[in-house]
């Protein structure tokens, strides 16, 4: 008999991982396990990892839907895994195509079971096919059509969960897909209560009836096994003219060798020599020539991850960072042991990403081309609120609990946060929530469709669809079926591009440089590591708007170091990391001079430069090779089982690590502490030549701030910004000593500008205006030159009145209503009245070109106008437009800038938030870190669980706070331990 099994990969149907499926098949007696989602082998990879693992065969298939014909199509050979990679991929392209039409001439290779009698009388010709039996009514009749069209039957058991009570977290899914509520779901959306893994035998006793059907099953089974899978290195080709791509590589690092360095030396041959070796010996050698070819058709970007450490990589121009002067280790990206396949990660500006794909498509072909997915998991607010829904809870019921998860982020946690945060402190959760979270728990991470990785492609010597299947994401682009993981683990060699708003804010603030001052600076050749200005200003950690290293935690960092030079920012990227934190301390002390012991004296050297701390990945490797004997292959597995976070294979690896520390003779105490150091790797982490290349970045965006604040800071917003809002980036700005212009008809450009110390604010910060209008608007002035006046204005673009009213509400058109002496109320009054109106008309009549004799706006009304059209109030700090609610409180106000001053007092201060971590303490206690600003200076604050508690429901974003709190110094830095938070009206 065939179990027909479906996993969470089966998108809102299948409610088990392949893992927990193969799991209970095992436990029940089942020697093969056939995987069949539906439409696709989404998880095919970790399916045949989990029958490995469990000790089951596997049988690759998958159910095919399509217009009411359905068939669960089996590979049985190589050739019939490639036919069954195409057959999907047809059907999910081609919407069109019929799901018999698709079906390819492949007896040998192909089997196909389906209940249609019209799907096996036209397909029985050209596959293998099986009437497809199934227990019940349903079975009986297809077993009657299977007599009359002379095809076999075979036993079918459709399997949706693995235990019975699975089947109400099945109905969920299915209410959730169906869009309904779980009491109005239609029993044929929904698998039989009884779809779940029994024992063999409870199955073949639904079966006396037909013995036939259960033989041609296990013959089935028999001829499908997948004992022939075996996934083989898929890399790209390059297209080149030369035959032999190797010598082509050596050509090419050689006119690099000349770029980079003006001449050889012996250190530089011994390194490219062993490369080049390892590449070919690997197989990488069309891959690095790809990857160069891709890279050098954009002059800004950022080659990132341990390709940086490839000495070839940066000859080709690939990465920017010297893997010879910052002593940067290539095996961590190559070494003869490393059975896996890296990849090489590229930052490209954010918005020539999309671009740069469609060009690197159009050349190599779409057949050779794909973008890796993303397996999009319902998360915790998500699951909850689906979960509410089908329920048929009232919406603003759910918002009341979901806004109470907002920021939780740790996976299978609903419970936790429930019972534990305080946001839900004497929050009652009558019927039915207590039974709606239960399910929501347990559909959290179950995922429910594909998106588009944010980056990563693969490029097929031949054809993709012959690896794995391929369809079309919603945004149009061809995508694999398997997230990068899956990709990697079956043999995929991916290439990594991904967009980066910061290298689009390098690009346009060199850009405006080149405009205002006939300066024109190269990128790649924009060195500044040595230049005493920037690296003080990172020492001050000034940084806000400077890539990498503008968050809360990094400034803090950077003050407390007070170093601003390449080699110690690079240190500081990567020990950043989150469960690092009780390392930073005794970093900083040794930093400045605290005497300490090595850790083990032959990890002295290694760690020489990061003071006897590990910081990066290769220290990990290089540690475990050191300590307990290992080689480069099995410690860097154990660098991989960090960074996945699984618990059984860390814990497998820690006794191993302790065997063979052990019979190095390494002491007990030191094996704890090298252990508890390489625990603060789970999960996230960086190795240095991916902590060097984003350090680079930071020195570049940090060189552009000191020696271009205007034009930086300009095109900082003008790119949406990184850690804080657009406001907060122009308060920065004026920090700088900058003026921020509003909006102007005749001198705005699109995006924000700078030049001198000025900034103009760009059309693209009005908010609810049609995009095609601002468009037209700078189309126009570019044909014909400035707007002369309101009505030369109307008269050559046409905008409608909402749009214009906008604009007047911006401030964009105050120089045109100046000339003709008219206030803002009667601007408004002016362009309601004519804005929309067809050229050719006359401006008399009865809308005058004359408004009433309107009073002007008050400040107040000014200000809401700016927030309505700019989406903030731009000519005044948000706290000012309260300075009445302040002072009616009469409080010793301290200034943001003077806190320095009050060191260990309690101070009063005024806040207008702008970024807030929430973090757990070791204790599992909620706590957050929040940066406030008053109109003097960004100040970060500390609300310690018990104050946390009180005030994580009053603190909330866009609306100002008094806080009252002792301010703290930790190595210079200063914050504030807040006890007391109001919201000022």
């Not at 390098?506 to 440089?513: E, G, H, N, Q, T």
Request: charge should be positive; glycine fraction near 8%; include cysteine.
């Amino acid at each position: 008999m065939i179990w027909v099994v479906h996993s969470i990969y089966s998108f809102l149907w299948g409610v088990r991982s392949p893992e927990d499926l193969c799991r209970a098949a095992a436990q029940r007696g089942h020697a093969v396990v056939v995987c069949a989602d539906r439409n696709g082998l989404y998880g095919l990879v970790r399916f045949l990892s989990a029958a490995r693992r469990f000790g089951v065969e596997p049988v690759v298939g998958a159910h095919l839907v399509r217009d009411g014909r359905e068939a669960v199509v089996l590979a049985r050979s190589p050739k019939g895994y490639e036919m069954l990679c195409g057959l999907v991929s047809r059907l999910h392209l081609d919407p069109s195509l019929r799901l018999e039409a698709a079906v390819p001439e492949a007896q040998k290779h192909l089997v196909a079971l389906s209940a249609d009698p019209r799907f096996l009388k036209e397909v029985s010709s050209r596959v293998e096919c099986y009437a497809a039996v199934t227990p019940g009514p349903s079975g009986r009749r297809t077993l009657r059509a299977a007599w009359e069209l002379g095809v076999p039957p075979a036993a079918v058991f459709p399997v949706y969960f693995a235990d019975p009570q699975d089947w109400a977290l099945h109905r969920l899914v299915r209410a959730v897909a169906t869009n309904t509520v779980l009491s109005a779901l239609d029993p044929r959306e929904t698998a039989p209560a009884d779809a779940w893994i029994q024992r063999p035998e409870a199955g073949l006793r639904r079966f006396p009836h037909c013995p036939e059907a259960l033989a041609h099953a296990e013959r089935i089974l028999r001829s499908c096994r997948a004992r022939w899978l075996s996934f083989r290195t898929v890399f790209p080709h390059y297209d080149g003219r030369e035959t032999d791509h190797f010598q082509l590589l050596v050509r090419r690092c050689r006119d690099g060798i000349r770029r980079r360095y003006a001449g050889t030396f012996p250190e530089l041959e011994r390194r490219l020599a062993a490369e080049l070796a390892l590449i070919r010996d690997k197989g990488y050698v069309d891959y690095f020539l790809v990857v160069a070819d891709i890279v050098g058709r954009r002059p800004i970007h950022c080659g990132r991850g341990s390709a940086a450490a490839s000495l070839v990589s940066y000859l080709l121009g690939i990465t920017h960072v010297d893997p010879l002067r910052h002593r940067l280790v290539f095996e961590r990206f190559l070494n003869p042991q490393r059975k896996d396949h890296p990849d090489i990660d590229v930052d490209f500006p954010w918005d020539e990403r999309d671009g740069l794909l469609e060009e690197v498509e159009r050349c190599y072909g779409p057949d050779r081309f794909a973008m890796v997915s993303n397996h999009v998991g319902f998360g915790a607010r998500a699951a909850v609120r689906e979960t509410a829904k089908v329920y048929g809870v009232p919406p603003e019921e759910i918002r009341e609990v979901t806004r109470r998860l907002s920021g939780w982020t740790r996976p299978s946690r609903i419970g936790e946060r429930l019972a534990h945060h305080p946001a839900f402190r004497g929050f009652r959760l009558d019927p039915p929530w207590p039974e709606i979270l239960e399910l929501a728990a347990r559909l959290e991470g179950i995922p429910r469709h594909l998106s588009v990785h944010c980056g990563g492609i693969v490029l097929a010597p031949d054809r993709v669809d012959r690896y794995v299947p391929v369809e079309r994401a919603a945004k149009g682009v061809r995508i694999i079926q398997w997230e990068k993981d899956q990709a990697e683990e079956a043999g995929l060699v991916k290439i990594d591009l991904l967009g980066n708003r910061s290298l689009g804010v390098i690009r346009d603030a060199l850009d405006m440089v080149a405009e205002n001052t006939g300066r024109r600076l190269d990128y790649a050749s924009l060195h500044p590591l040595d230049d005493p200005p920037t690296q003080a200003l990172l020492a001050r950690g000034d940084t806000m708007g400077v890539f990498y290293v503008e968050s809360p935690a990094m400034r803090q960092l950077q003050r407390k170091t007070r170093r601003g030079d390449f080699e110690h920012l690079v240190i500081h990227s990567s020990i950043i990391r989150p469960a690092a934190n009780r390392y930073i301390d005794a970093y900083i002390e040794r930093l400045h001079g605290a005497s300490y012991e090595p850790i083990h004296r032959d990890l002295e050297e290694l760690l020489k430069e990061t003071y006897g701390i590990l910081v990066y990945q290769e220290d990990v490797v290089r540690a475990a090779m050191v300590l307990a004997g290992w080689d480069w292959a099995e410690a860097d597995g154990l660098r991989k089982v960090l960074s996945k976070k699984s618990r059984e294979r860390i814990e497998d690896y820690r006794r191993r690590f302790q065997e063979g520390c052990r019979r190095r003779g390494v002491s007990e105490e030191v094996i704890r502490s090298v252990w508890d150091m390489f625990t603060s790797f789970a999960g996230y982490s960086f190795c240095k030549p991916h902590s060097a290349s984003y350090a680079l970045v930071s020195f570049k965006s940090a060189w552009l701030k000191v020696h271009y604040p205007a034009e930086f800071m300009a095109a900082v917003v003008a790119n949406g910004g990184g850690y804080y809002t657009p406001r907060a980036y122009l308060s920065e700005a004026q920090r700088l000593g900058l003026r921020i212009l509003a909006p102007h008809v005749n001198e705005s450009r699109w995006k924000y500008w700078g030049k001198d110390r000025w900034i103009r604010v760009g059309l693209q910060q009005l908010q609810g205006v049609r995009r095609e209008s601002l468009e037209r608007l700078l189309e126009e002035r570019e044909r014909n030159g400035p707007y002369e006046s309101l009505d030369d204005l109307l008269e050559r673009v046409c905008l409608p009145p909402s749009d214009a009213v906008v604009l007047a509400k911006s401030g964009a058109l105050d120089a045109l209503a100046d000339a003709r002496h008219l206030n803002r109320s009667q601007l408004l009054w002016w362009v309601r009245a004519r804005a929309g109106r067809k050229r050719g008309l006359p401006r008399k009549g009865p809308f005058g070109a004359d408004p009433p004799p309107l009073r002007p706006p008050d400040v107040a009304t000014l200000w809401r106008q700016q927030e309505e059209a700019l989406g903030f109030v731009l000519s005044a700090h948000p706290l000012r437009t309260h300075a009445r609610a302040f002072a009616a409180r009469r409080r010793p106000w301290i200034r943001a800038k003077d806190l320095e001053r009050s060191v260990g007092k309690t101070v009063w201060l005024k806040g207008w938030p702008i970024t807030k971590k929430e973090v757990l303490t070791r204790e599992g206690d909620p706590m957050a870190f929040v940066s406030f600003e008053d109109e003097t200076a960004i100040y970060e604050t500390v609300f310690f669980p018990g104050a946390y508690g009180r005030f994580c429901r009053t603190l909330g974003w866009e609306r100002p706070y008094a806080l009252r709190g002792k301010v703290e110094a930790s190595f210079g830095a200063v914050s504030v331990t807040v006890s007391h938070l109001e919201p000022v009206a």
